[in-house]
């Protein structure tokens, strides 16, 4: 078994342990965590992320961030760049219980949970969650970065930028374009194109702030 490390002991990290003792494929060597000590489940946090490149040395050469950051997804790019920099590997996750095309792309880093469904011509770029039971349809494309959150539904041939979040139990309608750093709010339904920066709630979704 190859081994990993894993970054950012949270809730989070409690479904990603559960989605690599399924695969059988990784050995989980730890947690580091900015502010947390102790165990996570059975896996020990083992520092701070100082230690991450001593680890690295050491012969660990996978890791995966383990953070499902909502509002501000910019940390969780931080965290890719400094991995890559240092040289880690970040694999695709992907639960024995999810449905994912032969022909959709998946990008690295990525996690697709339990009950997650992507069809045929979807492209997922880098680092995003695709979250418990969501579904991305046909032909999507989805930017590096994103979080699909449970149980939203994107219909086909949509198009979503980098930093985006779209919220649990949402629907975007078939061939919407959503831009980059967009936030749609919990149960909203998207039925036009969002620009860059939004956060977007309701049924039809409507612009509530601008983020910047
Ligand atoms: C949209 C969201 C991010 C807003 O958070 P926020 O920036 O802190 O904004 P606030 O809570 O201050 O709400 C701002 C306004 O939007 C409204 N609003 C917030 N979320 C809403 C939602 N999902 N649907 C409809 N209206 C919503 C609030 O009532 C408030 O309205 P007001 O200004 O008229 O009083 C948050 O409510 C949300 O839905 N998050 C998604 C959670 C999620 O997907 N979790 C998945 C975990 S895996």
Request: glycine share 12%.
């Amino acid at each position: 078994m190859e081994k990993i490390v894993l970054i950012g002991a949270g809730g989070h990290c409690k479904v990603i342990i559960d989605i690599i003792k399924s695969t059988n494929k990784y050995e989980i060597i730890g947690i580091t965590d900015n502010e947390k000590k102790g165990y996570l489940l059975d896996i020990p946090i083992i520092g701070n992320d100082d230690v991450l490149s001593d680890i690295y040395s050491k012969g660990v050469k996978n890791a995966f961030i383990c953070i499902g950051a909502l509002n501000d997804m910019k940390i969780r790019e931080k965290i890719f760049n400094n991995l890559k920099s240092i040289g880690f590997k970040l694999p695709i996750l992907k639960h024995k219980n999810s449905i994912v095309s032969l022909y959709a792309e998946i990008g690295e880093g990525n996690c697709i949970m339990a009950g997650a469904i992507i069809n045929a011509g979807a492209r997922i770029e880098s680092n995003c969650i695709i979250n418990t039971a969501s579904i991305i349809e046909h032909d999507c494309k989805i930017g590096f970065n994103c979080h699909i959150s449970p149980n939203a539904s994107i219909g086909g041939n949509v198009t979503i930028g980098h930093n985006s979040h779209i919220g649990i139990g949402s629907i975007i309608i078939q061939n919407v374009n959503i831009g980059s750093n967009v936030t749609i709010g919990a149960g909203s339904v998207v039925i036009n194109n969002i620009d860059n920066d939004k956060l977007v709630v309701g049924i039809p979704g409507k612009v509530k702030k601008y983020k910047k």
